[in-house]
C-alpha cells in the first residue's frame, strides 16, 4: 500500500472506494473571458501606486517607475522629434499608473 492510497483511505468517506470518491470530484469550470477581463479590470481600477511623502523617496521611487515603464518600451529613439514623442509617452504612461 502506497503512502497516497493510506491517505486516500484516511481521508475519504468510508462507504465509498477511493475509485468512486475521485469520480464525485467535479473539475472546476475554467472562467470565460468575459469572467477575466472584469476582473483584470477591477483589479486595475481598484489597485493605484502611492507616492511617498518624503522628497527623497519621492525622487527615488519616481525614477524606478520611470526605469520600469521604459524597461517594457523600445530602446529610446535618437532623431529629436521622436525623443519627445517617447519621452511624453513614458510621462502618460507613469500619469495612468500614478492617477
Request: glycine share 0%.
Amino acid at each position: 500500500m502506497s503512502i497516497l492510497d493510506t491517505i486516500k483511505a484516511l481521508f475519504c468517506s468510508p462507504s465509498k472506494p477511493a475509485s468512486e470518491a475521485d469520480a464525485d470530484v467535479a473539475e472546476p469550470k475554467p472562467a470565460s473571458v468575459e469572467e477575466t477581463v472584469a476582473i483584470t479590470a477591477t483589479v486595475a481600477t481598484t489597485t493605484r501606486l502611492q507616492t511617498p511623502e518624503d522628497s527623497t523617496l519621492k525622487r527615488h521611487f519616481l525614477s524606478a517607475l520611470k526605469a520600469e515603464v521604459e524597461a517594457s518600451m523600445p530602446a529610446r529613439p535618437t532623431e529629436s522629434v521622436l525623443i519627445r514623442h517617447y519621452d511624453s509617452t513614458v510621462q502618460a504612461k507613469i500619469d495612468d499608473l500614478l492617477a
